[in-house]
């Protein structure tokens, strides 16, 4: 008799942690099945770390991220693994390369349906986002109200009409700077040169004389290599502007070398901030429940300012001291 | 004798080491750098390890993986932190917090549809914290559109990514005054606790609490206060 209780109690026991375990096991799968994925094409890079840290750090909680680097010689058979493995409610295209290889496997995968996604931390974008499906982004390039309205805020005198000269294939986007201008009391003056000159130099010197005859404030100048490069640099921007008291805001750090004497301001992507900016994007897709419709590509909201006082002293342009603590870096010499 | 020259050292490089400097975390959405911020409280306060975050993604992780003996922070950002306790809280005309506004371009925003409308805040509290906590002042679900710093909120009106943005007062006066966008506010009810230090367990650190109450006029204003206060 006492036998049998015993056996009964043991039988009892066996099945209930095996119950136990099974709760257990069952639930660690559902906790981790339950948050959804997002696969990340990102190639490598400190920029590219960086607005990946900066989006996945606000979602880990929500979101599982997968990441696949993209290399040279990476294939699209690649790219259709990991989808395949990881079931992605949305994929984010993070750099020119991804993108370019992930059009490639829309390319080669005619008749499937895409999940929907993200083109962040790439030139052009919004061109881009055109020749994918299901695609939305956030531009990379700075928009120039962005820009002006920061250095307007350091500057001691006023900021009304800004200078920009620019090739033919960037007309819709001065035309769109224009608009955002407007409101800010701002004047974008343009001046177009064509796409290809033989004589580029010397119209991009003839561009840049005329828009400081009609007396803008300052100069924007776009990254575009063949009218930014070191010959042009020499032969056409610093003679012209010579010691003029002109700021001239420029897109990349090394434009603002005080021994340039050139750049006076700088405005470039927070690329940290850019991941944020994205994840908030992604956020917002989850809460519609993965659907991107009517979302339009956003203009990106943070940069990081710099300003060369030492360029500035020297052309006698006077600027607000008390501002200079509002910027993230200040060259002094 | 070269026992003793190694005894020599090892004392010398205790005693001259660092490792037992007080810690603060400082974490105060404003238009100064964290950079200028960290070097003007550093200038004031040498023997104090201060660390400024300009993100508060950034602050909340190291608060996890590091611990400090203090954070200087939003009233918010400390209630909602386990580990520490509000010992200086900041002032301004006399109070201990201050009045919100919510902005808009050309119209004042609608309180009544304001869960309909997208409101930029800068992120305080983490996404889902954020969200649960900006419902709870206006009483309604609220859609939001967080940015990592002060500066990204004239953005989010100058492209549209936001209808709205929800701010201080005296932040709203900051940022009209950068721009000549049209922004239209609308006065709140609600009212959000100014910076204040907290400190591990509620221990307060005199060094630390010194330090904050020698913080000169540009400092405090930069953190949004007039002075200190002990709780």
Redesign the interface.
């Known amino acids: 008799m006492e036998i049998s209780i015993i056996k009964t109690m043991n039988l009892m026991m066996k099945k209930f942690f095996s119950l136990l375990f099974f709760l257990v096991f069952s639930s660690v799968v559902y906790a981790s099945d339950s948050k959804p994925n997002v696969l990340v094409l990102t190639a490598n890079g400190e920029a590219f770390t960086k607005v990946v840290s900066?989006m996945t750090?606000?979602?880990e909680?929500?979101i599982n991220f997968n990441k696949l680097f993209i290399e040279k010689n990476t294939s699209t058979k690649e790219i259709d693994k990991a989808i395949t493995t990881t079931t992605p409610k949305l994929i984010v295209l993070v750099g020119n390369s991804s993108i370019k290889s992930y059009m490639e496997y829309q390319k080669n995968n005619p008749k499937k349906s895409f999940p929907p996604s993200l083109a962040v931390s790439a030139l052009f974008v919004d061109k881009l986002v055109t020749k994918l499906k299901n695609t939305i982004g956030i531009r990379y390039e700075i928009?120039a109200?962005?820009s002006i309205?920061n250095l307007?805020?350091v500057m001691s005198k006023p900021i009304k009409k800004v200078g920009v000269v620019y090739r033919e294939w960037m007309t819709n986007l001065i035309v769109e700077n224009q608009k955002?201008c407007t409101?800010?009391?701002i004047e974008l003056v343009s001046y177009i040169l064509p796409n290809k000159d033989s004589d580029m130099t010397d119209k991009l010197k003839n561009g840049i004389e005329t828009l400081l005859k009609k007396g803008v404030d300052a100069l924007w100048v776009v990254n575009d290599n063949t009218l930014l490069n070191g010959n042009t640099l020499s032969s056409a921007w610093l003679p012209t502007i010579g010691s003029k008291d002109i700021p001239v805001i420029v897109g990349i750090e090394p434009l603002l070398a005080s021994n340039l004497n050139f750049g006076t301001f700088a405005v470039f992507p927070d690329h940290?901030?850019l991941g944020?900016?994205a994840?908030?994007v992604i956020?917002?897709i989850m809460?519609d429940d993965w659907n991107i419709e009517g979302r339009e590509i956003?203009?990106p909201?943070?940069v990081k300012k710099m300003i060369n006082i030492a360029v500035m002293t020297k052309k006698g342009i006077p600027f607000k001291s008390e501002k200079l603590?509002?910027?993230?870096h200040v060259i002094t010499q | 004798m070269k026992w003793k020259i190694f005894q020599t050292l090892l004392w010398f490089s205790i005693l001259s080491s660092p490792v037992f400097a007080e810690t603060l975390y400082v974490f105060v959405p404003s238009?100064?750098?964290p950079?200028?911020m960290q070097d003007n409280m550093t200038a004031l306060c040498p023997n104090i390890d201060v660390v400024v975050f300009g993100?508060g993604?950034d602050f909340r992780?190291q608060l996890t993986d590091s611990p400090p003996d203090a954070v200087l922070s939003l009233s918010t950002v400390i209630e909602k932190s386990t580990n520490f306790k509000s010992v200086l809280i900041g002032l301004q005309n006399g109070s201990a917090d201050e009045k919100y506004v919510l902005a808009g371009v050309d119209k004042a925003p609608d309180i009544a549809s304001i869960s309909e409308k997208k409101i930029g805040v800068v992120?305080l509290l983490?996404?889902?914290p954020m969200k649960d906590y900006i419902s709870e002042l206006f009483s309604a679900p609220v859609?939001l559109?967080?940015?990592?710093?002060q500066?990204?909120l004239?953005?989010?009106l100058?492209?549209g990514?936001a209808d709205a943005i929800f701010v201080p007062e005296r932040i709203f006066n900051e940022i009209k005054s950068?721009?000549?966008?049209n922004l239209v506010s609308t006065p709140l009810d609600i009212k959000v606790g100014l910076a204040r230090a907290g400190f591990s367990g509620g221990k307060v650190k005199e060094n630390i609490a010194k330090c904050i109450e020698s913080f000169n006029n540009s400092l405090n204003e930069?953190l949004g206060v007039e002075k200190w206060k002990s709780q």
């Not at chain 1, 603590?325 to 993230?328: Q, T, Y």
């Not at chain 2, 559109?145 to 710093?149: C, D, E, G, L, Y």
């Not at chain 2, 950068?178 to 966008?181: I, M, R, V």
């Open positions: 900066g750090v606000e979602l909680e929500d928009p109200v962005t309205v307007r805020s955002y409101p800010e009391g940290y901030a944020s900016q994840a908030s956020g917002e809460d956003e203009q909201l943070s603590s509002e910027m993230d | 238009s100064t750098s950079k200028v993100r993604a992780k992120d983490g996404r889902n859609k559109k967080s940015v990592t710093k500066e990204d004239l953005p989010l100058s492209f990514a950068k721009t000549q966008l930069s």
